[in-house]
């Protein structure tokens, strides 16, 4: 059976595995399979595969091997660091983060404060931009760690890390970042960021769903969150997801190679697009600031129109994008990052996020530009809304 053609609009929600990707995996599920810490040459062989890997996702952003610990995704790096700053500083029972991050944060922050622990959510501006003094302010004595996003998934809206992160210095107190929609998009060099943790996701950087990583700065105390075997030196149990971690690897090789594409050709992409959007269709309006923001993301709100509706009807055109994050449609609630930005629940509901990729071609914009005008007319003239 072969499927229609897609046109696929939701890289940050998922990405294609790149073939070169699936290439390099392939030895460790069909020749390869031998468990890395067996003493055996057979297994050792794979040992030294998942190290490779660990060189190739260290080089990717500029820290030592040693450094990153394999997870099994972004949501179990994200929970990780949150939880080794707890458990290593057990006098410290607060937590800093932003209203907007990922449910990988929030839903586990929202669990710590069941448990007891003290959580803020730092608001941010209607363009979806975080106040530094704010968050200098916000800071407690037993603040054990802050965690800010670097790119925000929904809107692109990149957040000052660095700047983050030097205020937590300055004040003696942890930082991590979620990057995960950072790479192949924004160069990323953590020694130049000084984060003490950060988290990547390897199924949105063109390798398979299912692993992630957790670098940990050297001398930055760690306990684990999984806890078995003696894998990852201790910091994760749990036999190596080998094929993935292979293939995150190489998918790291290319995030490296594709920067410039992804700022250059991707960029005027997305700009195509929106500005189509945002000139050729009355009663629409970017969800986010212009700049700094990711070169690959737009969010735009379609003014007395359903998200929903939106999204079906480019759906039978083959046309894949989404409302919020892939992560909570299907629920009734409107995007909570887009209601911390301020934004009515209506208008959180009529919002449409468009993602491209290195595989995105212009053709593909002119195709959607072909159908949503028609689209959004046709909806208005059927369900007018307020
Ligand atoms: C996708 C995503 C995650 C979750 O990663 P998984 O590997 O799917 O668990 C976390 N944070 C951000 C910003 C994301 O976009």
Redesign the pocket.
Known sequence: MSQPPIYYFDN?ATTRVAPEVVDAMMPFLREQWGNPSSTYAFGRQVGEAVDRARGQVAALINVEPREVIFTS????S?NSAIHSALVTQPEKRHVLTTAVE?S?NTKFCALLQKRGYAVTFLPVAADGTLDLELLERSILPDTAIVSV?WAN?ETGVLFPVREAAAICHRKGVLFHT?A??TPGKLKIDVRELDADCL?L?A??LHAP?GV?LLYVKRRVKYQPLIVGGGQERGRRGGTENVANIVAFGRAAELAIASLDDENTRVRALRDKLENGILTGIPGTSRNGAQEPRLPNTSNIAFEGVEAEGILMLLDQAGICASSGSACTTGSLDPSHVLTAMGCSVARARSSIRFSLGIYNTEAEVDYVMQYLPGIIAKLRASAPVG
């Open positions: 940050n995704c972004g949501t179990e994200n990922h990988a996003m998934n979620d995960v929609q988290s996701s199924h949105k769903k992630g």
